[in-house]
């Protein structure tokens, strides 16, 4: 859905994505006379103001799916998600989020992530630094981790990329999504300093490249990674730095845990496993 400004949430197929020809951009004055089979929903405000000033009537009955991205934003176990409808779906992408909303009335489902690659880079661990990829993460905070970078830097050497990095240190900029793998393969290691948000993509891209993952044991993350297995999870400053640095001193290790982190990642993460779930649901829904 598009408009002549392009506003956020309705710029169409912009950017570097492989967009296949089978994805169309629509008009926003044209929507309500198209036909569809399904409607899917990703954002509240999609659901809350779009949906009535937009959708026909016939189109609002329609078989209808909410993707929610993202845990609670307000209180983390008791926020009722705002799509009461038990005609609609509540898909979730991660086991984790499903757990902290409280869906109502409203059916749910889990589809994890799917990720395929858009580069065909390998990891070679030989720039001695951690990455971290975060947008905007000094205006974001403590959630995503805002004080444990800032902490962190001061012991392992890191490097930011993300939207609005350049403010903080060791802030490269902005990455495009062809340019971030190549990040991904040449740096040792990748830290995840995220307390509280979903399972990140790039992180998942970083595993699929091979780079081992160094987090929080918070969230889904604490299913993904095995500490001195695939990677390392703690919630202890002290330990994450002191892993960083052995990976550091010892790129063996590091590509040791890419290599099975990998595995993992093609395993659960594959994007056939995750086209395959989400016909499944088409199917339910439209049935």
């Known amino acids: 859905m598009t408009d002549p400004a392009r506003t956020p949430g309705r710029v169409g197929r912009v950017g570097t994505l492989p967009w296949g020809d089978n994805v169309h951009e629509a008009p926003i004055d044209q929507i309500a006379k198209l036909p569809f089979d399904v409607v899917l929903y990703q954002h509240r405000a999609g659901w809350d103001e779009d949906r009535p000033r937009w959708l026909s009537e016939a189109q609002r009955q329609l078989p209808t799916i909410y993707l929610e991205h993202d845990p609670p934003q307000q209180h983390p176990t008791e926020t009722l998600h705002w799509v009461q409808d038990p005609g609609a779906l509540l898909v979730h992408c991660t086991h984790f989020n499903a757990l902290m909303w409280n869906a109502g009335v409203t059916p749910t489902r889990v589809v994890e992530h799917g990720v395929r690659p858009l580069t065909q880079d390998v990891y070679r661990g ?25 902490q962190l830097i001061e012991r392992v050497p890191l490097t930011l990329v993300g939207m609005g990095s350049e403010t903080m240190p060791g802030g490269w900029g902005e990455a495009s999504q062809l340019e971030l793998p190549k990040h991904m393969a040449s740096h040792r290691f990748f830290l995840h300093p995220v307390r509280y948000t979903s399972l990140g993509l790039a992180l998942i891209e970083a595993m699929l490249i091979g780079q081992p993952v160094v987090g929080l044991a918070t969230t889904e993350l604490a299913t993904v990674i095995r500490s001195g297995e695939n990677g390392y999870i703690d919630n202890r400053p002290e330990a994450l730095a002191d892993t960083m640095r052995r990976l550091l001193r010892d790129p063996g290790l590091a590509r040791e845990w890419g290599e099975r982190g990998q595995q993992l990642a093609r395993e659960r993460f594959n994007i056939d496993r995750f086209v395959a779930d989400w016909m499944q649901i088409l199917h339910e829904v439209t049935t």
Not at 129 to 150: E, F, K, P, W
Request: hydrophobic content about 35%.
């Open 126 to 150: 030989d720039v001695e630094r951690g990455l971290v990829v975060v947008n905007h993460l000094q205006r974001r905070g403590r959630r995503l981790g805002a004080d444990l970078y800032q």
